[in-house]
């Protein structure tokens, strides 16, 4: 696969700081730009639930494998910054019968998100896996394998997307060779 100018070299199987595994975490509320204006849903999860090595990683692209779980909660409601309620659902509506339970690879962003004049870090994991319904509040467990490329400004929302799209390509491809894969089991419970 060709390297963009800014890509991070993809070793031939993960090299320290990696693997950094997380324990479950809980999916947050993000900003809400992702699905709504790239059409690239993220889940977010809270940077104080992270292993502390977490804190020291530049910002930029990862990949790993995630792992969903289901909260057994009553759906709650909360207000996000931008005026609008979100819904809580924790995971209620994940289906098995769209393996929405097993393992994916993910590709998380660590970043300010330059693009949105972010203030602080955030993590965010964009589960490559076609799910049919939202899932705040629900739980997950994630590996980081590996990185691909420094966080970004961009002068477009084409651009960005254009440049989140490769990193999915990167990371399939990756994350479908055997020195990856064995890292899978990493997030199994
Ligand atoms: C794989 C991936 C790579 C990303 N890379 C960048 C980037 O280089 N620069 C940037 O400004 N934002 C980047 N983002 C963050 C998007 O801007 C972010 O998902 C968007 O701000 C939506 O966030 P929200 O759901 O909190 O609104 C990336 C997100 C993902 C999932």
């Known amino acids: 696969m060709e390297l963009r100018p800014n890509d991070w070299l993809i070793p031939e199987e993960p090299e320290s700081p990696f693997p950094i595994v997380t324990n479950f975490c809980d999916i947050e509320f993000g900003f809400g730009r992702g699905s709504a204006e790239l059409g690239i849903p993220t889940a977010n999860v809270p940077l104080e639930q992270l292993p502390p090595e977490t804190q020291d990683l530049e910002l930029g ?19 996000r910054n931008d005026g609008r309620t979100v819904t809580y659902n924790y995971g209620k509506l994940l289906k098995e019968t769209n393996d929405d339970l097993k393992i994916h690879p993910v590709v998380l962003s660590v970043g300010k998100n330059p693009f949105y004049h972010n203030k602080l870090k955030t993590v965010e994991l964009h589960i490559l896996h076609h799910f049919q319904a939202d899932f ?19 002068n477009s929302k084409e651009a960005l997307i254009d440049d989140i799209n490769k990193d999915k390509l990167i990371a399939s491809e990756i994350l479908s060779r055997p020195n990856y894969l064995k890292y899978q089991k990493q997030v199994d419970h």
């Open 136 to 154: 705040y509040g629900a739980q997950v467990k994630f590996n980081l394998l590996g990185r691909i490329r420094p966080e970004l400004n961009y």
């Open 61 to 79: 692209v990862y990949f790993g494998y995630a792992l969903l779980k289901r909260v057994n909660r009553e759906d709650t409601t909360a207000l």
